[in-house]
């Protein structure tokens, strides 16, 4: 797993998330400063997301760590608010959490219904649900506060 | 903490590129990243390590 052990970062992982365990996960890739989870959502893996000028931000999204920020900063991609995480055929959706407003961490889900999370700078995991990653503790991302969703635009359309 | 820091940033920028960019930024007040490689980390890194290097604060 690059630069630690697959037993290390569950162990990590699991220490993080105090509710990981309740559904079923597995770490897809090793420990990677190059991307964020809000560039993972977006399906990048070699860009940092984050409000200029810290990193990359989209043109014309307001600069802030804001629930809503980042909420536009998907729209400039093609993701359109919605009301559930329900897998929907021809879609892909996001999740994004947040704490009064501000961004904590956003979420992608797979065609298989599955979701996909890169970890701050650790792996990236696929985690059944979403409240895996919730709760008030230290690392933990919070609450799911925002889902949006894109028509798929490669051949993985469901 | 302050200028003092600088090196030891940039040492760890050359190591690992943690984006330690904002915390550069607030004790030099500049930015030598070019605004096309914002959120490249390791562009980005290049960029200071390169100012670092001007500045005589790295090797």
Redesign the interface.
């Known amino acids: 797993m690059g630069s630690r052990t697959e037993a290390d970062a569950i162990a990590d992982l699991e220490r993080w998330f105090s509710r990981l365990r309740t559904g079923t996960y597995k770490v897809t890739s090793a420990y990677d400063?190059?991307?964020n989870c809000a560039?993972f959502a977006a399906g990048q893996t070699?860009?940092?997301?984050?409000p200029?000028?810290?990193?990359?931000?989209p043109p014309g999204v307001p600069s802030e760590y804001t629930v809503d920020a980042y909420a536009a900063a998907y729209g400039s991609i093609g993701f359109v608010e919605c009301d559930t995480a329900t897998s929907e055929r021809g879609f892909e959706k996001i999740a994004i959490y947040g704490d009064n407003g501000d961004f904590v961490h956003a979420a992608r889900q797979l065609p298989s219904g599955v979701w996909t999370s890169k970890l701050g700078?650790a792996e990236d995991i696929e985690h059944e649900t979403l409240q895996q990653l919730e709760g008030n503790g230290q690392w933990e991302y919070r609450f799911v506060v925002k889902f949006m969703k894109r028509r798929w635009t490669t051949k993985a359309d469901g | 903490m302050g200028r003092p820091v600088l090196p030891l940033i940039l040492d760890r920028l050359a190591v690992n590129a943690d984006p330690w960019f904002w915390a550069l930024r607030a004790i030099t007040g500049v930015d030598p990243v070019d605004p096309r490689d914002a959120g490249k980390i390791g562009r980005m890194a290049e960029a200071w390590l390169a100012w670092g290097r001007e500045q005589k604060l790295t090797p």
């Open positions: 400063r190059k991307y560039a070699d860009t940092w997301w984050e200029a000028p810290d990193g990359y931000w700078r």
